[in-house]
């Protein structure tokens, strides 16, 4: 083939891919908070997304990503109970690696707790921080294929006990 060539007719031009041909991925982070004793009674923890956001990949080459969490600690106690609260404000920072960090674009998430007290029953502890990266890639046909990556950045369940569908190992 030279340049110019062409094996077919051209049927039309865009001044931008259109959302369908875009190649993407999708960054969701899912926490995991389970009340002190709840596997004693048989309840198993439930994710909660915490983040997520889509991006278009063409938008990040060469910036890397981090993600991250705020984490701020508020404490309460008297002589008979102590009560102390991890709020964790997590985030998505993109890199615009241009040596100036207030260009960086750093995209929220919504707050979760972790509250840890002396009352029976009533702390609430983070069982699992775990992460999906989801591919979209280009319609071909009229079908979309989505490919899937998943890691746990905090995991006190366990291995066994998460494939085996066990409860927390958190009481």
Do not use: W
């Amino acid at each position: 083939m030279q340049i110019g060539q062409t094996f077919t007719a051209s049927q039309g031009t865009f001044p931008e891919a259109p959302d369908t041909l875009r190649h993407k991925v999708n960054v969701k982070l899912n926490a995991e908070p389970t009340l002190s004793g709840a596997s004693t009674f048989g309840i198993a923890p439930e994710p909660t997304t915490v983040l997520d956001q889509p991006f278009n990949t063409v938008e990040l080459v060469g910036k890397p990503l981090s993600i991250g969490h705020f984490v701020s600690v508020e404490q309460i106690g008297t002589p008979t109970s102590a009560i102390k609260t991890f709020t964790c404000s997590p985030y998505v920072l993109i890199n615009e690696n241009d040596l100036n960090p207030d260009d960086d674009h750093l995209i929220r998430g919504t707050d979760y707790q972790e509250v840890l007290t002396n009352f029976p029953f009533s702390s609430q502890f983070l069982t699992g921080l775990l992460l999906d990266l989801t591919t979209l890639f280009p319609e071909v046909n009229g079908q979309r294929k989505t490919e899937t990556v998943k890691k746990e950045i905090i995991d006190r369940i366990g291995f066994v006990a998460r494939q085996n569908g066990g409860g927390s190992a958190v009481n």
